[in-house]
């Protein structure tokens, strides 16, 4: 039984890098975006969160020469059972994006919103998290992203330093 769902598994994975080497994208393709990804989130002190999620959407506003800017909004929850929290953060932003080969477009983002640290008597933070990825195309609207971003939530009293990573699929939804 193990080896059929391997053979299957490689299968699927074989299958997939084929139909991605016919997949092409320019920067346009990228005007309308949406995505889910997983997020791991890492707080100074040596903590980590649970893996949670991520939702996204861009829209293209500007290009300048081979570049794309794209305005974009996000939501993320993250658990952190070392002390009890779920961390809800808000963000919005401008990437920038441009198409490396036909198939592989990187972006670097900054994004400015707010994170709710999710304690009895919880409190909320200002979030500035510059960040990076790439999109790697594997079917006609189907993309595999990834994400590294450094959020620094800026409380009343505190400011921790964050890291971030993020995998999970992206929609290129073509002009807008």
């Known amino acids: ?13 074989l299958f ?11 920067t346009g393709d990228y005007d309308v975006e949406v995505g889910a990804k997983y997020v791991t989130l890492w707080e100074e002190g040596g903590y980590t969160g649970t893996p949670g999620f991520l939702v996204e959407g861009g829209f293209g506003v500007w290009t300048l020469k081979r570049w794309r800017v794209q305005a974009i909004g996000e939501l993320m929850v993250v658990r952190f059972d070392d002390f009890d929290a779920t961390y809800k953060q808000g963000t919005g932003g401008l990437r920038f994006g441009r198409m490396v080969t036909p198939k592989v477009r990187a972006f670097g983002q900054i994004q400015f919103g707010v994170q709710n640290d ?5 409190n909320t933070a200002f979030v500035v998290m510059p960040g990076g990825g790439i999109n790697y195309a594997l079917l006609d609207k189907l993309d595999v992203q990834v994400m ?5 939530a800026i409380y009343d009293d505190n400011t921790f330093n964050q890291f971030r990573f993020a995998v999970g699929i992206a929609l290129p939804l073509g002009g807008n």
């Open 118 to 122: 999710g304690f009895l008597n919880s």
């Open 1 to 13: 039984m193990r080896m059929r769902c391997v053979y299957l598994m490689a299968s699927a994975l």
């Open 148 to 152: 590294l971003d450094v959020p620094f």
């Open 16 to 26: 997939l890098t084929a139909r991605a080497d016919a997949q092409q994208r320019t």
